[in-house]
């Protein structure tokens, strides 16, 4: 099946640094990537959706300046939180989509800001 | 916001028995989606479900549909200790091309 894989898995960072989150699709091209953070306990909050060669449309809240993303080819999304401080601590998951309905997603990555 | 609402918030069970859980949703889908979490790592695609359809298979999984009461089931059979995580329903956002919104979840445990 599809496979998506997020890079770094955890990381932990000081307050007023950026972080850098990669996902790629490992097998198939995605012309779609769909970004999520997720709280402890809580359901996945889409943040913004990343189309390759353009920019990305962001979710009403998400502040686009605080969260950058590009998605420079048909297998990697970035998204870099900027200027990271502990209320951004959370899970953020990407998903990619081919064609079809189905999102797949990456095995998420933790970020603790101290 | 949310699209979906889940419940229970959560379930526990004995290994074999079966586990029913439910998702409602509030405007018209196309189809709806259920995911599976296990407790910090990504979502696992379970199964589509067309909104022509009422009923889907897939091995131990049973998935109904209703649109009219805009509701769906997920039913776990014969469950396992393996099937411990946490499920959520996913319908795409009205008109929101292919973005999805998700339910709020349901913690399954599967004790032995």
């Known amino acids: 099946g599809a496979v998506v894989s997020q890079h770094p898995s955890w990381v932990i960072c000081k307050s007023g640094t950026s972080v850098k989150i990669e996902c790629r699709s490992l097998?198939?091209?995605?012309?779609?990537m769909f970004w999520y953070r997720q709280f402890p306990k809580q359901s996945l909050m889409l943040m913004a959706t990343?189309?390759?060669?353009?920019?990305?449309?962001?979710e009403q809240g998400v502040e686009k300046d605080k969260f950058l993303i590009n998605h420079a080819s048909l297998t990697l999304s970035t998204l870099t939180v900027t200027s990271a401080h502990p209320e951004d601590s959370s899970f953020y998951i990407c998903?990619?989509?081919?064609?079809?309905?189905?999102?797949?997603f990456g095995p998420g990555t933790r970020l603790t800001v101290l | 916001s949310q699209q979906g609402e889940e419940d229970p918030q959560a379930l526990s069970i004995q290994e074999g028995e079966n586990a029913t859980m439910n998702c409602s949703y509030k405007?018209?889908?196309?189809?709806l989606q259920w995911y599976r979490q296990n407790s910090g790592r990504g979502l696992v695609h379970l199964i589509l479900?067309?909104?022509?359809?009422r009923e889907k298979h897939s091995g131990r999984l049973r998935v109904t549909l209703d649109t009219s009461k805009k509701s769906s089931s997920l039913l776990i059979t014969a469950s396992r200790a393996a099937d411990t995580a946490s499920y959520f329903c996913?319908?795409?956002?009205?008109?929101?091309?292919?973005?999805?919104?998700f339910g709020t979840g349901t913690q399954l445990k599967v004790e032995l």
């Open positions: 998903s990619a989509r081919q064609t079809s309905d189905t999102q797949y």
């Open positions: 097998d198939f091209q995605a012309t779609t």
């Open positions: 990343s189309n390759e060669g353009s920019k990305a449309t962001y």
């Open positions: 405007t018209s889908i196309n189809n």
């Open positions: 479900i067309r909104s022509n359809e």
């Open positions: 996913a319908t795409p956002l009205r008109g929101g091309g292919n973005k999805l919104t």
